[in-house]
């Protein structure tokens, strides 16, 4: 029961996704956008925002699920309280020309390193 991504970790309404947007720490790492700003919860939570540019909802799904994947696996969102909000960087994506099989190729390396690299400091 510990690797389970439960429903109070995920940033669930509009409201949640406008709030976090609008005072939040920025910052762009490799194929992805991050939104972070603390809470007063008592869990951190995750929101994952992907746009139609992205491609169909079968693409768009299956990116967010490895999203989600990632984070019930290694337990990134115990510790801190954080609202945390991922959305593809298309900046990188259209600059490297990058096509959707290797995106989900860099999904779980790039969210290593970010949070390696960021969130851990």
Not at 14 to 38: E, H, M, P, T, W
Not at 79 to 88: H, S, W
Request: charge should be positive.
């Amino acid at each position: 029961m510990q690797n389970i991504f439960l429903k109070k970790h995920r940033l669930l309404n509009k409201s949640d996704f406008q709030n976090l947007r609008a005072g939040s720490r920025f910052f762009a790492f490799g194929i992805f956008v991050f939104y972070v700003k603390s809470n007063n919860l008592e869990t951190s939570r995750l929101g994952i925002a992907v746009s139609k540019k992205f491609g169909n909802a079968v693409i768009r799904n299956k990116f967010k699920r490895k999203i989600r994947e990632f984070f019930r696996l290694n337990n990134i969102l115990l510790g801190e309280n954080l609202d945390i909000l991922i959305a593809p960087n298309f900046k990188t994506i259209n600059k490297n020309k990058l096509d959707v099989d290797s995106i989900f190729c860099r999904v779980d390396t790039d969210l290593k390193e970010s949070f390696s690299r960021s969130f851990k400091k």
